[in-house]
């Protein structure tokens, strides 16, 4: 069963503009982990948060995680149209079985 | 550097004919190596995943099978396609984790076969 949720499925945007793309989940987690996929290709790994973590920064991505309402958000600053693709939050449950569970992803369009 | 190489990049086969794609890793020793399928616009569903060379678990019932023949190599198989077998299967790895679940990496993938049934 899916684990997180992305919310919202589809985004179009300027360029410039900020994209914020957020995601749900609904049982305990030890990490969080976001990847970006480019159409037709394989994922790519953008952030990993893990469950004592709030916020974490890589470049002009921005991660913040909110483990009481099991939810995270990822927002990209300034955006730019090579920043169009899907966006997937992924969960790790607690237990260590280093499996991860995947959303379905936000399709980001960001218009030149 | 570590690298991983799936093939081939597209497929097209006849419903019931048998299956093969190949995932390698290199640079890197004793990885975690995972199976997903992702159906056109929707997110990864996990087939199998491998602690070890020989170690398979499966995630869901299915018509496929997964092998771990050397340390470095996944392959993913079926003696039978089905029309439903259709998507873009993707393989993965990643450093095998801790106790300490702070020290957990990423995945990483390749990218990716089409299969098309017919």
């Known amino acids: 069963s899916q684990q997180g949720e992305e919310d919202p499925q589809a985004l179009s945007i300027q360029e410039g503009e900020n994209a914020t793309m957020n995601c749900s989940y609904k049982t305990s987690i030890n990490n969080l982990q976001w990847y970006r996929q480019n159409s037709g290709r394989g994922l790519v790994h953008l952030i990993l948060i893990r469950s004592n973590e709030r916020e974490k920064h890589s470049g002009r991505l921005r991660v913040t995680l909110d483990t009481s309402k099991k939810s995270s958000s990822l927002l990209i600053t300034a955006s730019r149209a090579a920043d169009t693709a899907s966006y997937f939050c992924a969960t790790e449950g607690q237990g260590g079985s280093e499996k991860l569970v995947f959303g379905k992803g936000t399709k980001l369009t960001v218009n030149p | 550097s570590q690298t991983i190489h799936q093939w081939p990049a597209t497929l097209v086969q006849p419903v019931g004919s048998p299956l093969s794609l190949e995932c390698t890793v290199e640079?890197?020793?004793?990885?975690?190596l995972y199976w997903y399928r992702q159906a056109a616009g929707r997110g990864l569903q996990l087939l199998f995943y491998s602690v070890g060379i020989g170690q398979i678990s499966s995630e869901v019932p299915q018509n496929l099978s997964a092998s771990r023949p050397q340390d470095r190599q996944f392959i993913l198989s079926s003696k039978k396609l089905l029309l439903s077998d259709s998507g873009f299967y993707l393989c993965?790895?990643?450093?095998?984790?801790?106790?300490?679940?702070?020290?957990?990496?990423?995945?990483?993938f390749g990218d990716g076969t089409r299969l098309s049934i017919l």
């Open positions: 993965a790895w990643s450093v095998r984790g801790f106790d300490n679940f702070e020290f957990r990496q990423p995945q990483h």
């Open positions: 640079g890197t020793s004793n990885p975690n």
